[in-house]
């Protein structure tokens, strides 16, 4: 039984602001990368989908006379940091298992090394899948962030997330059950 559907994260004000702002299309991307590496990996599917759709949870705008300035944000982002704390707010306001929300947080703080200074960290499991996700929809310069999309379709692929997620905890369940019995 999953505390927080990613519907109520996706419909959630919180949400709609900042990843839209980051881009709806890509956090749907990821999550939906982050669902088929957590189902190769025998990891959680729940805590994967909504790694994904927050990673990028954290980002601000960085504005030069009027437009977003790629340099300017390369050199002072701290988006992991931001959105580890934003996701994590989000998450427990929604009623997360405090323990989730806690996972989640840190899969999206390491899911980019860009504002370490030095020394690579060791990623566990959830936090590396969250990062390959991430990588698989990236563009050039960034472009990955300005794809745009309707809010009803978004709202379907959402939807069909939590589908797909559901089908595959109670699958799970059931192969469990069954090699237990
Ligand atoms: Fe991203």
């Known amino acids: 039984m999953r505390h927080v559907t990613l ?57 030069r006379d009027g437009k977003w300035d790629y340099e300017l944000y390369k050199t002072n982002d701290i988006h992991a940091v931001k959105g580890a704390e934003r996701a994590h707010k989000l998450l427990i306001r ?10 989640i947080a840190l899969a999206i703080l390491f899911h980019t090394d860009s504002f370490l200074p030095s020394r ?3 990623l566990n499991s959830l936090q590396s899948i969250i990062k390959q996700a991430d990588e698989m929809d990236e563009e050039p310069g960034g472009q990955h962030h300005y794809r745009t999309i309707s809010y009803d379709k978004a709202l379907k692929a959402i939807q069909r997330l939590d589908e797909l997620v559901d089908r595959t905890l109670n699958q799970r369940e059931y192969v469990n059950k069954y090699e237990q019995a």
């Open 120 to 122: 690579p960290i060791e």
């Open 94 to 103: 929604l009623g997360e298992d405090p323990r989730i929300a806690k996972e």
């Open 7 to 63: 519907e109520q994260i996706f419909q959630h004000p919180i949400a709609q602001k900042y990843i839209n702002r980051s881009g709806m299309v890509h956090a749907i991307a990821v999550a939906y990368h982050a669902f088929r590496l957590a189902n190769e990996h025998g990891l959680s599917v729940d805590l994967a989908v909504k790694a994904g759709f927050l990673h990028d949870i954290g980002h601000y705008t960085w504005y």
